[in-house]
């Protein structure tokens, strides 16, 4: 009478959670779908604003999970234990994406061997318990996937028991020596667990339970203590399971269970259908003239059209033909002047403003001349080395030294480039230092610099020498007044004329650089 009572409890607690809360769900629902009509319709102000509308994301509807499991049973106690068998059911329902709410209920055989008064003694445990559990779902650690196909999670809970604990003498063809009936009594339960999804509608797990119970029966499960005293050791019921579970529920109207659901993807879901509803209409251009259509103030714009930023038609100059068939768009017509269809004035009116002869006119004679005056002032072949300086380089080098840089072999290139379009031109390639040292010195690396750079080009780029001129002036002609400057150290070019003429080299050198 006590194991129906107690399963028939078990039942009712475990199937009433989740109708408790569907109907929790349900009427919410139907509040939310008749309130707002009636309140709307007697004070649709007051509505407005005691409820502002919010912009947070709302929890889905999802099913619950219907699972039976199945495995091996342990009872950690005093004496030693055998592996035994348990089975159960439990129903699971998401409460958020991490977080959901579980009742479960076991019956497990539990069994092991009992040594009293140098006399073995089997034990034999029969156990069934609900158990309401929190679970907490760790795939809220990754949001790689919208769907994910393993669930890491871990559980605590409490609950209630009842056990009848026998033991069997084992010399005496297994005679029941005691037998321990407990009613009722309070547990904890602890869990782990890892599941794997099949499918939408099913996937099966892979879970660790343990109950510990309280009160004054929790070291009796293995009947080895007199009623009324203790060992030394708590008894705890372990469980070893196999489940399989299935997502029961409308799936038109309800998700899989949230813990399976990238909460990030509803996210961005619900961005995107707010985007959808708020841009539908608004991001179209129906006559492809780049101007979309909720602010196009002429949707039909012929194709190859040309519009202004409201997207109406171009008509440059008002005579009623759009730009993209006038041959002539920025002609305006005179008073009294007529155009065709293709914007073109047939009836020109000599002397008006803007046509031939009269004011703010030229004729095409006219034009012709302002064209040739303005190609003869940009003429420049008589000034082909100043057009040509624009454009020389100016190379620096190091202290005490003539080498060229590799950072300035492109300046170089592009000189040998100009060089060798312009065969005419001959260059001055003029050394200088800056003003440390000596005299001697300076002149003599002023002209080692110039000579490198000549060398460099005829080297590299095959340019004649006699294309060149060869000048230095030492510490002369300083760019910057700072003694030891950068700037100073430096080869310059220049387009060679008439009275430009090599200079010999320097005079001997004292000492080395």
């Known amino acids: 009478m006590q194991k129906?009572?107690?399963?028939?409890?078990?039942?009712?607690?475990?199937?009433?959670?989740?109708?408790?809360?569907?109907?929790?769900e349900s009427k919410e629902d139907n509040a939310k779908a008749e309130k707002p009509a009636k309140v709307k319709a007697e004070k649709p102000e007051k509505v407005a604003k005691e409820k502002p509308q919010t912009t947070g994301l709302a929890i889905p509807k999802n099913m619950f999970e219907f699972g039976l499991n199945g495995g091996a049973t342990i009872l950690g106690s005093d004496v030693t234990p055998k592996p035994s068998y348990g089975a159960g059911f439990h129903i699971r329902k998401a409460v958020d994406y991490v977080f959901s709410l579980r009742a479960d209920f076991l019956y497990a055989d539990l069994k092991g061997m009992n040594p009293v008064s140098?006399?073995?003694?089997?034990?034999?445990?029969?156990?069934?318990?609900?158990?309401?559990?929190?679970?907490?779902?760790?795939?809220?650690?990754?949001?790689?996937?919208?769907?994910?196909?393993?669930?890491?999670?871990?559980?605590?809970?409490?609950?209630?028991?009842t056990f009848e604990a026998r033991s069997f003498n084992t010399d005496d063809n297994l005679r029941v020596f005691d037998t321990l009936e407990h009613d009722f009594a309070p547990h904890v339960g602890l869990g782990a667990g890892i599941s794997f999804r099949l499918g939408k509608k099913v996937n099966i797990a892979l879970e660790e339970q343990a109950f510990m119970v309280f009160g004054g029966r929790a070291d009796r499960i293995d009947n080895i203590a007199p009623t009324n005293s203790r060992s030394n050791f708590r008894d705890v019921v372990s469980f070893t399971n196999l489940s399989i579970n299935f997502n029961l529920g409308n799936a038109s109207s309800h998700t899989e269970p949230l813990y399976w659901i990238n909460p990030l993807d509803g996210v961005l879901n619900s961005i995107d259908d707010k985007i959808n509803q708020r841009t539908t209409g608004l991001i179209k251009d129906e006559d492809g003239d780049g101007v979309l259509d909720a602010i196009d103030q002429d949707p039909n714009t012929p194709a190859g059209a040309m519009v202004d930023t409201k997207g109406r038609t171009l008509d440059s100059d008002r005579d009623g033909v759009p730009d993209h068939i006038d041959k002539e768009p920025f002609y305006m017509p005179q008073p009294n002047e007529k155009v065709d269809e293709q914007g073109v004035v047939t009836n020109p009116q000599p002397g008006s403003p803007g046509r031939p002869g009269g004011p703010?006119?030229?004729?095409?004679?006219?034009?012709?001349?302002?064209?040739?005056?303005?190609?003869?002032?940009?003429?420049i072949a008589d000034n082909r080395s100043n057009a040509a300086e624009w454009f020389l380089p100016m190379l620096?080098?190091?202290?005490?030294?003539?080498?060229?840089?590799?950072?300035?072999?492109?300046?170089?290139?592009?000189?040998?480039?100009?060089?060798?379009?312009?065969?005419?031109?001959?260059?001055?390639?003029?050394?200088?230092?800056?003003?440390?040292?000596?005299?001697?010195?300076?002149?003599?690396?002023?002209?080692?610099?110039?000579?490198?750079?000549?060398?460099?080009?005829?080297?590299?780029?095959?340019?004649a020498r006699g294309r060149f001129v060869l000048q230095w002036k030492g510490s002369a002609d300083n760019l910057v007044p700072t003694s030891s400057s950068y700037m100073n150290r430096r080869a310059e070019f220049r387009i060679a004329g008439p009275g430009d003429v090599e200079q010999d080299p320097p005079a001997p050198k004292e000492g080395g650089y």
Not at 6 to 21: A, N, P, R, S
Not at 360 to 379: F, H, M, P, S
Request: net charge neutral.
């Open 118 to 161: 140098n006399i073995e003694r089997d034990f034999n445990t029969t156990w069934m318990s609900g158990t309401g559990y929190g679970v907490m779902s760790l795939n809220s650690l990754r949001w790689d996937k919208a769907v994910r196909p393993t669930n890491l999670y871990i559980m605590g809970g409490v609950g209630a028991n």
């Open 396 to 463: 620096h080098f190091p202290s005490s030294t003539a080498v060229i840089k590799y950072s300035d072999y492109g300046n170089l290139a592009g000189v040998g480039r100009m060089l060798k379009a312009n065969p005419s031109i001959r260059l001055v390639v003029t050394g200088f230092t800056d003003s440390t040292g000596s005299e001697s010195i300076n002149n003599q690396l002023s002209y080692d610099r110039a000579k490198n750079v000549i060398e460099h080009l005829m080297n590299n780029h095959g340019i």
């Open 4 to 24: 129906r009572t107690m399963l028939m409890f078990l039942l009712i607690f475990c199937t009433g959670l989740v109708w408790g809360q569907d109907a929790i």
């Open 360 to 379: 703010g006119g030229v004729t095409e004679e006219r034009v012709k001349e302002l064209i040739d005056q303005a190609l003869q002032n940009y003429q």
